[in-house]
């Protein structure tokens, strides 16, 4: 059984910075990549960043330069460290595993974290 287990967020004023972490654990064998995504509140889910086994990382447009994502040295957790933080970016964040594959099994699929509210307000 595969969890992805995230931590950080809360609420924060404007142009402070947060830390969101997220662990994958279980039998895993492989994950392609692990990003962050963010719903806000009437909107649709949408991208913040992601990065491959690989390393490459891939931003939203609107966060280059505000937002960094980073793997952990055992390749199952990933972090988004964000700063200059605005209004707008209040959400909840989702942490996703793309295509993880467990020991054993040779077709993948995605998971998702439960979700943290990041909250920017003063």
């Known amino acids: 059984q595969v969890q992805l287990v995230q931590s950080g967020g809360g609420l924060v004023q404007p142009g402070g910075s947060l830390r969101l972490s997220c662990a994958a654990s279980?039998?895993?064998?492989?994950?392609?990549?692990m990003g962050w995504y963010r719903q806000a509140p009437g909107k649709e889910r949408e991208l913040v960043a992601s990065i491959t086994s690989g390393g490459t990382t891939n931003y939203a447009d609107s966060l280059k330069g505000r937002f960094t994502i980073s793997r952990g040295n055992a390749l199952n957790t990933v972090y988004l460290e964000m700063n200059s933080l605005q209004a707008d970016d209040t959400a909840v964040y989702y942490c996703k595993a793309e295509n993880l594959r467990l020991i054993g099994q040779w077709n993948g699929r995605d998971y998702w974290g439960q979700g943290t509210l990041v909250t920017i307000s003063s």
């Open positions: 279980g039998s895993i064998r492989r994950i392609n990549a």
